[in-house]
């Protein structure tokens, strides 16, 4: 059944992408790679950093020097970095501006006016969405070829590491910033699915981010609870909530930072350094008993 | 008890407010501290009540004044100020008890005999028939009269009060006089000033007049409030009579020198 | 009404919201299952629930309501004022921005620790500064303004320092401290907590007699053998550790201190040391209440608890403010 949606959806993702790239490349315009190219989102950054040719990507948003938040904050520091703003995207004069939809939606539009291309990516992103973002930053950067390839091995290992499932499904919940619970549509949700757990959030109807109660985990008793890698020099109350007492009192239920620090903030290729975290940390607590 | 005062010297802002201060006052005595406004008379109770910092000497039976802690001196010495506070709506037996809070020792509730005390300063203000009320409902006049009442229950050998007359009526302004003169007979020593000359001169024992923050006189009514004497120290002038109690003073105009 | 008598409804009343707090909960537990999670060891999901969520809560709205209404009352005791309030003279502010910028900065590490440290701090220089200016000028007005204005600075550099800190969401737990929760505390907060409100409530009840004496007036009071500095430290040094340690775990919850002294002065004889006990137990039923309300008003999540007092006491406030007759310290 996963399979079969999963399999529509691509077909259907493919379909709009080759509509896309046809109606692009009649526009004689759009048919270079361009030149130049700022990223304004974090997301972005990372899709455009792991494409971009030398040279092409102009500057990226200060945020993926984070650590905690991006998972390519090294390569970022060879990059220059902008705050989304306005006036630097007039003075670096780019071709492309590549930002999400969600974020400074005031500035997208101001420089919509003032006659710059920009491409806008969703911020709802699941694992099934990342090989079509992929493919799309890689057309737009005019690196096609590279993107695809990227995107297949993608494909190719999260479609292995979804049939090494089996029955049983182990059950979790993913605390993001803030001690909010990442429920259905979160790309966090989409990598516990593909590595095989039962996200407890979903179950509970919350969609999104969005605060799960407490009292509500608790008879639960889930195995695993997720916590935010790298938050350990950046205090703040949100990070203590998957470590109240009452989570800490249950047994068997395992709290940690599973997910390598800034794999799963983003859909990018890395994000699949998520769901094999989690597909191991599944098959030790439920182990299928089917070798490799 | 003896109030001793030597030398008493008091600076205010940089202004120097007192003097050279000297007096005595008996047990047993009624003494009026006369002068005009600003000549230094609340700053004078004050410095007596440990308020204000003075230079100088200041003993009450021979204990240095202001050696002693607060709470051993508000069991020598009552002071009533000159602004007349009552807060929060508290009934007047309320207002009244709260003079025995130097006497009662922390977290214990009065006593009969504190009770007694208070019933007894109570009557001697007249004001028994209000006890229930709430004070900030009564007139000005009977609010004076509680707030003396306060200072009486307080059961202290030497009573201060600044200007306690002020805005009682004929009749209670002698009736106060009178309750003064009660507790000096029952030994205490009292000091109040006053601006009625004629309270002065018949109720006081002893007038002490200030003036400029210096005592410009000190004696009995008789000898110090003269024709002279009043007009230096308040330029005014007066009409003086006498009837088989004492003087009776009424000034009648300002001085020419004014 | 006398004394003891109103101070037993209270607790009883106190007592039975404390109940209900313990009650009310997204888990839905029946009574039987409560009583017996609350009592039972053991990992049982409705024991865990019981003692490690619902009791601290109920016991930090308990102590927390206590602190603020026996701190508004001894203020307004202390400043002979009924519109002072631990709120209004800026301790609470002050204790959150202390606890904001020793926290989120990262210097203690990011222990609980250093939340009531932090705010202990804040507390005290509050204090301090309230002080300064209470003895160059001794005018209750001076000391209200004063109050007003470190309100204002703190909440402001409570927000700099959010947004300044290390984590790039922390600016959006500026709600939490402007108006407080007590959202998923724990029993580790309680005892972080209560042992200083305790002392606090100590310092307080020493200053009894003083406030009763400051009914006549400072000059009165200090004839009558009050040590004015000394209460003046005992006062302020026990509403700082207590709104100190409050504001630490739940943020700042503003108007307990100031309605319900107000509220339950004409029942008693109006000496400010008979309001002490009373007021303290009052705040604690009004803050176990809204904090039952703040559970059952949405179908799903909470508000922050002081939205709901600020809902209450702002108007009250504003009402107190156009009834200025009523409850004046002194009537001319």
């Known amino acids: 059944m996963k399979t079969g949606k999963r399999g529509v959806r691509r077909a259907l993702g493919k379909a709009t992408i080759c509509l896309m790239t046809l109606a692009l490349s009649s526009a004689p315009v759009l048919a270079q790679a361009p030149a130049r190219v700022m990223s304004l989102n974090l997301c972005t950054d990372q899709l455009a950093m792991a494409l971009a040719a030398p040279g092409q990507l102009s500057s990226i948003s200060f945020l993926s020097r984070d650590p905690s938040l991006s998972a390519m904050h090294e390569e970022a520091e060879t990059y220059r970095v902008n705050h989304g703003r306005a006036e630097e995207v007039f003075l670096e004069n780019p071709d492309l501006v590549v930002t999400g939809t969600y974020s400074l939606h005031n500035t997208t539009g101001l420089l919509k006016r003032l006659g710059f291309r920009v491409e806008e990516f969703s911020f709802i992103q699941t694992v099934e969405t990342i090989p079509d973002d992929i493919r799309r930053m890689g057309a737009l950067l005019g690196q096609a070829a590279r993107a695809e390839a990227m995107a ?141 | 008890m003896r109030l001793e005062v030597e030398n008493l010297d008091v600076a205010l802002s940089g202004r120097q407010v007192l003097r050279g201060i000297a007096m005595a006052l008996a047990a047993g005595e009624v003494v009026g501290l006369l002068g005009p406004n600003g000549a230094g ?33 508000a069991r020598l010495l009552a002071y009533l100020p000159q602004a007349r506070i009552v807060g929060w709506r508290l009934s007047v037996r309320d207002l009244v008890r709260l003079g025995r809070l130097p006497w009662r020792r922390f977290g214990v509730s009065p006593t009969e005999a504190d009770e007694k005390i208070v019933e007894d300063a109570l009557a001697l203000m007249d004001i028994a028939g209000l006890a229930g009320r709430p004070a900030t409902e009564l007139s000005g006049g009977e609010q004076a009269r509680v ?81 002279e004497r009043l007009a230096d120290i308040y330029g005014v002038t007066a009409h003086f009579a006498r009837d088989k109690e004492g003087l009776i003073l009424a000034p009648t105009g300002l001085t020419i020198a004014r | 009404m006398r004394p003891a008598v109103l101070n037993i409804i209270l607790g009883l009343l106190m007592l039975a919201l404390f109940v209900a707090s313990m009650a009310v909960g997204p888990a839905e537990l029946d ?106 000028s001794g005018s209750t007005l001076t000391l209200i303004l004063a109050g007003v204005a470190l309100s204002s600075l703190s909440a402001a550099l409570t927000s700099l320092v959010l947004n300044l800190s290390p984590n790039p969401f922390a600016s959006y737990e500026i709600i939490f401290w402007l108006l407080g929760s007590l959202k998923d505390r724990s029993m580790e907060h309680v005892w972080l907590a209560l042992p200083l409100m305790a002392a606090g409530w100590l310092l307080i009840a020493l200053s009894g007699r003083a406030i009763d004496a400051l009914s006549l007036g400072e000059e009165a009071a200090a004839s009558l053998g009050i040590h004015m500095k000394r209460t003046r430290l005992l006062i302020v040094m026990g509403t700082a550790l207590g709104v100190g340690a409050a504001t630490a775990v739940a943020g700042t919850i503003g108007f307990v201190g100031l309605v319900v002294p107000h509220l339950i002065r004409p029942l008693t004889n109006r000496l400010p040391s008979r309001l002490l006990l009373p007021a303290g137990l009052g705040g604690a039923v009004l803050l176990l209440a809204a904090d039952v309300a703040v559970r059952l ?14 809902l ?21």
């Open chain 2, 41 to 73: 008379k609340s700053t004078l109770m004050r410095a007596l009540a440990g308020l204000v910092a003075a230079s100088g000497r200041m003993r009450l039976d021979g204990e240095d004044l202001p050696s002693l802690s607060p709470a051993a001196r």
């Open chain 3, 31 to 136: 009574i039987s299952e409560s009583v017996r999670g609350l009592f039972a060891g053991g990992g049982e999901a409705a024991g865990i629930i019981m003692r490690e969520i619902r009791l601290p809560r109920a016991l930090l709205g308990l102590g927390i309501g206590f602190t603020l209404g026996i701190s508004g009352a001894v203020l307004q005791g202390f400043l002979r004022n009924p519109l002072a309030e631990p709120g209004i003279i800026g301790v609470s502010a002050m204790a959150a921005f202390g606890a904001v910028l020793i926290f989120y900065s990262g210097l203690a590490g990011s222990t609980l620790y250093a939340l009531p440290a932090g705010a202990l701090l804040g507390a005290v220089v509050a204090v301090l500064l309230l002080l300064a200016l209470a003895a160059r």
């Open chain 3, 312 to 332: 209450i006491g702002a108007p009250f406030f504003l009402w107190l403010v156009v009834r200025s007759r009523r409850e004046v310290f002194y009537a001319a």
């Open chain 3, 297 to 310: 008003v949405l179908p799903t999540g909470e508000l922050n608890v002081g939205v709901l007092t600020a």
């Open chain 1, 152 to 292: 297949k091995d993608f494909e190719a290992e999260l479609s292995r590491i979804e049939s090494r499932q089996c029955g049983k499904q182990p059950t979790a919940i993913a605390f993001e910033q803030g001690g909010v619970a990442a429920g259905s549509g979160t790309l966090a949700d989409s990598a516990l699915a593909a590595a095989g757990f039962r996200n407890l959030a979903a179950e509970a109807g919350i969609a999104g981010m969005a605060p799960m109660p407490i009292e509500l985990i608790v008879p639960q008793k889930p195995d695993v609870i997720i916590t935010r890698a790298g938050e350990e020099d950046q205090p703040s109350l949100g990070a203590k909530v998957p470590y109240h007492p009452a989570l800490r009192a249950l047994e068997g239920t395992r709290i940690g930072p599973f997910v390598p620090r800034g794999t799963w903030s983003c859909g990018g290729p890395f994000t699949m350094e998520a769901v094999r975290a989690l597909a191991s940390l599944r098959e030790e607590i439920a182990p299928c008993g089917e070798t490799r």
């Open chain 2, 147 to 227: 707030l003396i009442a306060r200072a009486v229950a307080q059961a202290t050998p030497a009573l201060i009060a600044d200007e306690p007359a002020s805005g009682l009526d004929p009749a209670h302004q002698i009736m106060m006089m009178q309750a003064l003169r009660r507790l000096a007979e029952e030994g205490r020593t009292i000091l109040v000033s006053l601006h009625d000359l004629t309270l002065a001169a018949r109720w006081c024992d002893r007038v002490v007049m200030l003036k400029e923050g210096q005592v410009a006189a000190e004696g009995s009514p008789g000898e110090v409030m003269t024709p």
